[in-house]
T-cell receptor, first 113, second 115 residues
Framework: DTGVSQDPRHKITKRGQNVTFRCDPISEHNRLYWYRQTLGQGPEFLTYFQNEAQLEKSRLLSDRFSAERPKGSFSTLEIQRTEQGDSAMYLC???????????FGPGTRLTVL | AQKVTQAQTEISVVEKEDVTLDCVYETRDTTYYLFWYKQPPSGELVFLIRRNSFDEQNEISGRYSWNFQKSTSSFNFTITASQVVDSAVYFCALSEEDSWGKLQFGAGTQVVVTP
């Protein structure tokens, strides 16, 4: 399977714990995006990378959120001191250019108890 | 402010009926891109179409067609002769010149096709 992959697919954690998600983009894609989707809503942009450079961060991305793409390949999204409001589906996407279609992964569903 | 509005929350049709999904967008940019994505019950977003602001030609792909009208800032999507497999949530999205690559999604329209 050469699509975008995300790990884990599901994560249940207790409030206050830290969690980290991983995204592996399509191999030749230089752009990688993170979105968050809550029930009944469209995905909301969080941040994106071009190669290893993080080019934009949404105001939704509080200080508790950090994303990295150290070698321009896979990316991680960490949430520190999780809150119940962080419960959502976290989606990763990649593209081969700035206006090309973004291919989405299956998402990581986070539940904060 | 919401830049992409999908006013229809849910549309229910019987198989073989046509269904049109509305999308209205808002931007001050002259160059922008519009997209449609499908999210089936499995959850993974599937790309359907990309259209740039300079190309107002309507497009048809099989049973899918898109009507882009800059004058009304609309990019509507029609499924002809719907099938049960078309049941999904459909999202319209906008990418603007000052933030290329960042997709701004509407709230989505749930399409339910019954046999």
């Amino acid at each position: 399977d050469t699509g975008v992959s995300q790990d884990p697919r599901h994560k249940i954690t207790k409030r206050g714990q830290n969690v980290t998600f991983r995204c592996d983009p399509i191999s030749e894609h230089n752009r990688l995006y993170w979105y968050r989707q809550t029930l009944g809503q469209g995905p909301e942009f969080l941040t994106y990378f071009q190669n290893e450079a993080q080019l934009e961060k949404s105001r939704l991305l509080s200080d508790r959120f950090s994303a990295e793409r150290p070698k321009g390949s896979f990316s991680t999204l960490e949430i520190q001191r999780t809150e119940q409001g962080d419960s959502a589906m976290y989606l990763c996407a990649s593209s081969s250019g700035r206006n090309n279609e973004q291919f989405f992964g299956p998402g990581t569903r986070l539940t904060v108890l | 402010a919401q830049k992409v509005t999908q006013a229809q929350t849910e549309i229910s049709v019987v198989e073989k009926e046509d269904v049109t999904l509305d999308c209205v967008y808002e931007t001050r940019d002259t160059t922008y891109y519009l997209f449609w994505y499908k999210q089936p019950p499995s959850g993974e977003l599937v790309f359907l179409i990309r259209r740039n602001s300079f190309d107002e030609q309507n497009e048809i792909s099989g049973r899918y067609s898109w009507n882009f009208q800059k004058s009304t800032s609309s990019f509507n999507f029609t499924i002809t002769a719907s099938q049960v497999v078309d049941s999904a949530v459909y999202f319209c999205a906008l990418s603007e010149e000052d933030s290329w690559g960042k997709l701004q999604f509407g709230a989505g329209t749930q399409v339910v096709v019954t046999p």
